[in-house]
């Protein structure tokens, strides 16, 4: 059987010196953003995860091995909170409205991502239909454009291509609407 870490402290060593990771690769991998400390939370998880499990007995560098661990975590959790985005539209208004005023900013956040994903809505409701079926499965449901593809039976290929027109044509409805 490889050896794995078996000391607290080389496991706590592990993570120290690799403690900047998860913030290089959530930046490679999704840009700065409001979620950045959430996307970096995640990928500090999948770093505990990869020096909980890391084998050096097995000839892998722990930085490359982590990598992957990091990366994967990071993405599990910008789908889960694509997923979250999606359902948190579909919560009641009130829920916003029986939180005390020491929230109060969260909930003026709060009613701006629902206006906006409101105005979203709408736009979507006005595109042609295959454009709104890769809208639904893609970002209300948060499908990945394989999974889209094969739920509309297209290819990979034109759902993608589907996909980018679609984004071209919020773009430019969004764009028209904000403008004076």
């Known amino acids: 059987m490889p050896s794995r870490p078996t000391a607290k402290s080389d496991r706590d060593r592990l993570i120290e010196r690799h403690i900047q990771l998860p913030a290089i690769i959530a930046n490679k991998i999704i840009p700065r953003s409001n979620a ?10 999948g770093l505990v995860q990869a020096a909980d499990n890391f084998q050096p007995g097995r000839g892998a560098d722990f930085q490359t091995f982590a990598w992957y661990r990091i990366r994967g975590a990071i993405l599990d959790g910008a789908r889960r909170n694509r997923r979250t985005m999606a ?3 579909t919560a009641p ?3 916003a409205k029986n939180v005390t005023d020491r929230a109060s900013p969260d909930i003026e956040d ?3 991502r629902r206006r906006t994903l409101a105005k979203l809505r709408d736009h979507v409701s006005r595109l042609p239909e295959r454009e709104q079926q890769v809208a639904r499965s893609h970002y209300f ?7 889209t593809a094969a739920e ?12 980018t027109r679609m984004l071209r044509q919020l773009r430019e409805a969004l764009s028209a609407t904000e403008s004076p």
Not at 36 to 45: H, L, R, T, V
Not at 141 to 147: C, L, M, R, V
Not at 152 to 163: A, L, N, P, V, Y
């Open 141 to 147: 449901s948060g499908k990945t454009i394989q999974e």
């Open 152 to 163: 509309i039976g297209h290819s990979e290929f034109t759902t993608s291509r589907i996909h």
């Open 87 to 89: 359902t948190a539209d």
């Open 93 to 95: 208004l009130s829920a």
């Open 110 to 112: 709060l009613i701006d």
């Open 36 to 45: 950045f400390d959430d996307i970096e939370a995640d990928g500090f998880s």
